[in-house]
């Protein structure tokens, strides 16, 4: 429901385009990581995901379950909350390995929050926690980069600059830009494969904000 719902509103709000390196599809039981940098970017990763054939199952912030009907929603497709900075944190793991083993793509997002620049300008991405690796590491599956620019130009700042951006977006429609790098899988220690992951997903990022002209 997510995805399909993505797809259909996220073409109203702008001119989303996609693109991937060769070798780049997803095998089955794959983690897709993701750059984070706007409230918008996971709508448009999904969008764009659901042109490539891809449905994942998704890790968010489990504060999103408590919202009524998205909750059950996320409940009931199976994807996986995370509770930061609690105990319960690790189980989220445990929920996102058996999605992996049994074939499913599982989107993170290692920067665990979104930067606190308030203009729409876009970032490399920030730190990574060392989730995606210790997932990858325990599972063996491979990771797949995914780099997202232009979500900003969607909501990005302060509560009302969001809404405003919102509200006019259909009308000013900007260029959203997803890219598909080629899986890498990591072997190295927790230290060395959370930094290369980080590398790969910056890559892809780089990609991205060429196509949408948000050069950083």
Same mark, same amino acid.
């Given at each position: /429901?997510? $995805?399909?719902?993505?797809?259909?509103?996220?073409?109203?709000?702008g001119?989303?385009s !996609?693109?991937?390196?060769?070798? $780049?599809?997803?095998?089955?039981?794959?983690?897709?990581a993701?750059?984070?940098?706007?409230?918008?970017?996971?709508?448009?990763?999904?969008?764009?995901?659901?042109?490539?054939?891809?449905?994942?199952?998704? /890790?968010?912030?489990a504060?999103?379950w408590?919202?009524?009907?998205?909750?059950?929603?996320?409940? #009931?497709?199976?994807?996986?909350?995370?509770?930061?900075?609690?105990?319960?944190?690790?189980?989220?793991?445990?929920?996102a390995?058996?999605?992996? =083993?049994?074939?499913?793509?599982?989107?993170?997002?290692a920067?665990?929050?979104?930067?606190?620049? =308030?203009?729409?300008?876009? &970032?490399a991405p920030? !730190?990574?926690?060392?989730?995606?690796?210790?997932? &990858?590491?325990?599972?063996?599956?491979?990771?797949?980069?995914?780099?997202?620019?232009?979500?900003?130009?969607?909501?990005?700042? $302060?509560?009302?600059k =969001?809404?405003?951006?919102l509200?006019?977006a259909p009308?000013?429609?900007?260029?959203?830009?997803?890219?598909?790098?080629?899986?890498?899988v990591?072997?190295?220690?927790?230290?060395? $494969?959370? &930094?290369? &992951?980080?590398?790969?997903? !910056?890559a892809?990022? #780089?990609?991205?904000?060429?196509?949408?002209?948000?050069?950083?």
């Amino acid at each position: /429901m997510l $995805s399909r719902f993505a797809h259909t509103v996220v073409p109203v709000f702008g001119r989303l385009s !996609t693109s991937t390196d060769t070798g $780049s599809a997803p095998a089955p039981g794959s983690i897709l990581a993701a750059n984070h940098t706007s409230l918008a970017d996971p709508a448009v990763v999904l969008a764009a995901l659901r042109r490539l054939g891809i449905q994942p199952v998704v /890790m968010a912030a489990a504060g999103l379950w408590r919202i009524p009907v998205l909750g059950r929603a996320l409940a #009931r497709e199976g994807h996986v909350p995370v509770h930061r900075g609690s105990r319960d944190a690790a189980a989220a793991l445990d929920v996102a390995a058996r999605a992996l =083993q049994e074939g499913r793509h599982v989107l993170i997002y290692a920067e665990g929050g979104l930067p606190r620049r =308030q203009d729409a300008g876009e &970032a490399a991405p920030g !730190t990574f926690h060392t989730g995606l690796a210790r997932l &990858a590491l325990r599972t063996g599956a491979p990771v797949v980069p995914v780099g997202q620019a232009g979500a900003r130009r969607l909501t990005s700042g $302060s509560g009302p600059k =969001q809404l405003a951006g919102l509200v006019t977006a259909p009308v000013r429609r900007p260029r959203l830009h997803v890219h598909v790098g080629r899986p890498l899988v990591l072997t190295d220690d927790l230290t060395t $494969s959370t &930094a290369r &992951a980080r590398s790969a997903v !910056t890559a892809a990022w #780089r990609t991205a904000a060429v196509q949408v002209d948000c050069r950083p």
